[in-house]
């Protein structure tokens, strides 16, 4: 069963806008990481927040998390073509639980 | 690091048939796990390895499918008896363990016709 379900499921924007993604998820997590995937590759990991974090920046990248809502957030600035991808989101409620993915939202940067 | 490497990258095989993959971790990762993706989908956990300890193993898993660690480095997935419905994309993840990133392979498409 996929726990995080990924909001909007495309999303298209131009080259050099905000592109803003939303997760959310149904039980309590030990951390939130998002992963992109271009088409026919494997996942590359972008982020992880624990649960006890509320904001985590790197780069051109902000992933936020509220834990009460159960909801997740990644924002990426100045949007590039090469960041056209799958973008998925992912929960890990603990110690002996494996890596739950949602079913990913597809990016699309016109330059 | 030379990454998670996973042979073969495509496997076209006949309904019936036994296919085998192969999964090379980072070398110091101690977590190996495979998950199968399908198109417009994101990837399903089908099972995961400590050292050479398989820990969990997906309900959605028939009995068709095994994996194994043998030594907790390189593992291996096999399906017999092969089915329409098996194919897919075979994804192939390890980590250092707990709280950790997962780094993936580029896969393996397994094609049943």
Same mark, same amino acid.
């Given at each position: 069963?996929?726990?995080?379900?990924?909001?909007?499921?495309?999303?298209?924007?131009?080259?050099?806008?905000?592109?803003?993604?939303?997760?959310?998820?149904?039980?309590?997590?030990?951390?939130?990481?998002?992963?992109?995937?271009?088409?026919?590759?494997?996942?590359?990991?972008?982020?992880?927040?624990?649960?006890?974090?509320r904001?985590?920046?790197?780069?051109?990248?902000?992933?936020?998390l509220d834990t009460s809502k159960k909801s997740?957030?990644?924002?990426?600035?100045?949007?590039?073509?090469?960041?056209?991808?799958?973008?998925?989101?992912?929960?890990?409620?603990?110690?002996?639980?494996?890596?739950?993915?949602?079913?990913?939202?597809?990016?699309?940067?016109?330059? | 690091? $030379?990454? /998670?490497?996973?042979?073969?990258?495509?496997?076209?095989?006949?309904?019936?048939?036994? /296919? $085998?993959?192969?999964?090379?971790?980072?070398?110091?990762?101690?977590?190996?796990?495979?998950?199968?993706?399908?198109?417009?989908?994101?990837?399903?956990?089908? +099972?995961?390895?400590?050292?050479?300890?398989?820990?969990?193993?997906?309900? *959605?898993?028939?009995?068709?499918?095994?994996?194994?660690?043998?030594?907790? @480095?390189?593992?291996?997935?096999?399906?017999?008896?092969?089915?329409?419905?098996? @194919?897919?994309?075979? *994804?192939?993840?390890? @980590?250092?363990?707990?709280? @950790?990133?997962?780094?993936?392979?580029?896969? +393996?498409?397994? $094609? /049943?016709?």
């Amino acid at each position: 069963s996929q726990q995080g379900e990924e909001d909007p499921q495309a999303l298209s924007i131009q080259e050099g806008e905000n592109a803003t993604m939303n997760c959310s998820y149904k039980t309590s997590i030990n951390n939130l990481q998002w992963y992109r995937q271009n088409s026919g590759r494997g996942l590359v990991h972008l982020i992880l927040i624990r649960s006890n974090e509320r904001e985590k920046h790197s780069g051109r990248l902000r992933v936020t998390l509220d834990t009460s809502k159960k909801s997740s957030s990644l924002l990426i600035t100045a949007s590039r073509a090469a960041d056209t991808a799958s973008y998925f989101c992912a929960t890990d409620a603990g110690a002996n639980s494996k890596l739950t993915f949602g079913k990913g939202i597809t990016l699309s940067v016109r330059p | 690091d $030379t990454g /998670v490497s996973q042979n073969p990258r495509h496997k076209i095989t006949k309904r019936g048939q036994n /296919v $085998t993959f192969r999964c090379d971790p980072i070398s110091e990762h101690n977590r190996l796990y495979w998950y199968r993706q399908t198109l417009g989908q994101g990837p399903e956990f089908l +099972t995961y390895f400590q050292n050479e300890a398989q820990l969990e193993k997906s309900r *959605l898993l028939s009995d068709r499918f095994s994996a194994e660690r043998p030594k907790g @480095s390189f593992s291996t997935l096999e399906i017999q008896r092969t089915e329409q419905g098996d @194919s897919a994309m075979y *994804l192939c993840a390890s @980590s250092l363990g707990y709280n @950790s990133p997962l780094h993936f392979g580029n896969g +393996t498409r397994l $094609t /049943v016709t």
